[in-house]
C-alpha cells in the first residue's frame, strides 16, 4: 500500500500500530515478541523469501512491493510527512528510533497496566500507539 501511495505521513505511521491493536492477538503476539527479545541476545534476524512474501501477501509480490522491516516502513513514511513542517534528515535515524521503541513498549506497558479484555483493551492500545506517536512526531 505504501507503494501506491495510500500509507503516507503520521496516518501511515499509525496504521502500523494500528494492525497491532486491531489484531485480537495483537497485544499477547507483541507480549511474546518482547520476551522472546529480552531472552534471546544472540538471535539471527530472519529473512523473508520471495516465497513466503507470496504466501503471506501475494498481491504484495505481484505487484513487485518490496519486503520492509519496521524502521525501513517508519523511515519511509516519515519522508512523507510535509504537515505541519517536513521532518528534518538529521532527526529522522533518531525518531525512527524512537518510534521502534514504542511499538515494542507501549504494547508492554498496556499489557502490565490495562486490566481490560477482549475489543475495549485493543481500544485501549490503539489509543495509547496514537498519543505515543503524536508526542514522538510532534516533539521533533
Known amino acids: ?18 494492525t497491532v491493536s486491531d489484531h485480537k492477538a495483537g497485544l499477547n503476539i507483541m507480549t511474546t515478541l518482547m520476551k522472546f527479545y529480552l531472552s534471546h541476545h544472540d538471535f539471527e534476524r530472519m529473512e523473508v523469501t520471495p516465497y513466503e512474501l507470496y504466501l ?3 498481491e504484495a509480490y505481484l505487484q513487485g512491493t518490496p519486503f520492509l522491516d519496521l524502521p525501513d516502513i517508519f523511515q519511509s513514511l516519515l519522508h512523507t510527512i510535509n504537515e505541519p513542517r517536513p521532518i528534518p534528515q538529521e ?3 533518531p525518531t525512527v528510533l524512537n518510534l521502534a521503541s514504542g511499538f515494542y513498549g507501549v504494547s508492554f506497558v498496556m499489557h502490565i497496566a ?4 477482549g475489543e475495549e483493551a ?7 500507539y496514537d498519543r505515543f506517536v503524536d508526542s514522538i512526531l510532534w516533539g521533533v
Open 91 to 93: 532527526k529522522i535515524r
Open 122 to 128: 485493543r481500544e485501549n492500545l490503539k489509543k495509547a
Open 114 to 117: 490495562d486490566t481490560e479484555n
Open 56 to 58: 503471506f501477501n501475494s
Open 1 to 18: 500500500m505504501m507503494k501506491q501511495g495510500k500509507l503516507q505521513g503520521v496516518n501511515g505511521i499509525k496504521h502500523v500500530y494500528h
